[in-house]
C-alpha cells in the first residue's frame, strides 16, 4: 500500500542541498553521450552498464561512477547533464537546488574549465527563466587527490568566481581525512566562499569534527555516523549545524544494511537540522522524491517531519534571508491547505 504521506511528500516545496550533477548521468544519456563524442565505454549496453551498480562500498560506486562521466567533454554535454537533472528536480517540486560538481574528473580528461562550469551554469539559468527555480554550484574536490592538485584547479575556477557560490570535499573519505585540505579550505574561506565537505558517511565520526574545528564548513554532507559520538550528536543540534542526508545512497553503499536502520528519525528527534537529498539518483535508485517516499515507508515518520525535513532544506541553504522566508512562506502556506 502506497504511504498515505507520499502526496505530501511529493508536493511539498523542498530544497536539493547535496547532488552531484555527475551522479544524474542515467545510463541511457551515457550511451548517447559516448556515441556523441566517439568514446569507447568499458560497457556493451545499457542493461550491462546497470548491473555494475551492485555496490558494495563507496569505493566500488567511485570506480563506475567515474567511468560514467567520462563520456562528458563538451560544454553541451554538461548542459544537457544538468538540464535533465533541472527538469526531473522541477518535477519533484524542488525550488531551490545547490548542485555539487567535480571539476577534476573532467580537466584530468583535458576537458576546459569554462566547458564545464559554462555547461552546468547555463542550465541552472534556463531553470530560473523556464521554472523560477533558485539555485547555485558547489565545486567539490576529490579528497583522493593532493591538495596540491586541488590548489591548482581553485586558480583554475577563480576567473569563473561568479558561477559557483562555494567548495566541497568528496570522493573516497578513507584515509583522506578534512584536514588534508586545512589550507585550501583556509583560502577559499578568504575568498568568501561557502564551505561544505563529506564527512562521516564512510568516515567516522572524528571526521565530522575536524571538517567543523579545521575546514569552518557550514553543512556536512552526510555525517550520519555522528550518532557514533553523543557529544558529537549534542554539538551538532546545539550548533544547528546541517546535514545533508541522502537514505537511497546510504543504503545502496551499506552505510546502513536496510532502510529500517536508518538514523533519520534519530537525528530528527536529537534536534538536528537533517534534510534528504539523492546524492548520486542515477546511481542509487532515485531522485530526492524516491528518497522521500523511501525513508518515510521505512520509518515511523511522519506528517510534522515532513515538514520540518522540507524546513530544514531551506534553513540549511544557502539564501538571503528574503528569499529564504519567501520559501518558508510557501511552505506553510502548502501545510495550512
Ligand atoms: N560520497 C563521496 N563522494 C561522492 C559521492 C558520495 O556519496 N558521490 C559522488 N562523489
Ligand atoms: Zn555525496
Known amino acids: 500500500m502506497p504511504n498515505p504521506l507520499s502526496p505530501i511528500l511529493q508536493q511539498m516545496p523542498k530544497a536539493e542541498l547535496h547532488i552531484h550533477i555527475e551522479g544524474s548521468l542515467e545510463p ?36 563506475v561512477y567515474y567511468a560514467g562521466a567520462s563520456v562528458l567533454l563538451q560544454e553541451q554535454d554538461f548542459f544537457d547533464m544538468t538540464w535533465a537533472y533541472l527538469a526531473r528536480a522541477n518535477a519533484d517540486n524542488v525550488v531551490h537546488a545547490e548542485i555539487f560538481f567535480d571539476p ?9 574549465f569554462a566547458a564545464i562550469i559554462g555547461g552546468i551554469h547555463r542550465a541552472l539559468e534556463q531553470a530560473k527563466a523556464q521554472f523560477g527555480m533558485t539555485g547555485g554550484l558547489i565545486m567539490c574536490f576529490l579528497r583522493h587527490l593532493s591538495e596540491d592538485d586541488a590548489f591548482a584547479t581553485l586558480e583554475l575556477a577563480l576567473p569563473y568566481r561568479d558561477k559557483f557560490i562555494g567548495i566541497g570535499l568528496d570522493s573516497a573519505e578513507r584515509d583522506h581525512p578534512p584536514e588534508k585540505f586545512a589550507r585550501l579550505f583556509a583560502r577559499a574561506r578568504k575568498l568568501g566562499l561557502h564551505l561544505v565537505a563529506h564527512a562521516g558517511e564512510e568516515g567516522p565520526s572524528a571526521f565530522i569534527k575536524t571538517a567543523l574545528d579545521v575546514l569552518h564548513v557550514e553543512r556536512i554532507d552526510h555525517g550520519v555516523r555522528c550518532t557514533e559520538d553523543a557529544a558529537l550528536t549534542e554539538r551538532l543540534a546545539r550548533e544547528k549545524m546541517p546535514l545533508t542526508v541522502c537514505p537511497l545512497s546510504n543504503v545502496k553503499l551499506r552505510v546502513f544494511d536496510r532502510m529500517a536502520a536508518h538514523n533519520l528519525l534519530h537525528l530528527l528527534e536529537a534536534g538536528i537540522v537533517a534534510t534528504v537529498n539523492s546524492d548520486d539518483p542515477a546511481y542509487f535508485g532515485g531522485y530526492i522524491n524516491a528518497n522521500y517516499d523511501a525513508v518515510f515507508d521505512a520509518l515511523p515518520l511522519k506528517r510534522r517531519h515532513a515538514y520540518q525535513l522540507a524546513r530544514n532544506s531551506f534553513d540549511a541553504a544557502f539564501l538571503s534571508d528574503t528569499v529564504r522566508q519567501q520559501y518558508l512562506a510557501r511552505l506553510d502556506t502548502f501545510f495550512r491547505r
Open 104 to 112: 577534476q574528473t573532467h580537466i584530468e580528461r583535458g576537458v576546459g
Open 28 to 63: 541511457e544519456m551515457i550511451f548517447a553521450l559516448a556515441r556523441r563524442n566517439r568514446v569507447k565505454l568499458a560497457y556493451a549496453s545499457v542493461d550491462s552498464l546497470r548491473q555494475a551498480y551492485a555496490f558494495t562500498d563507496l569505493q566500488s560506486f567511485l570506480d
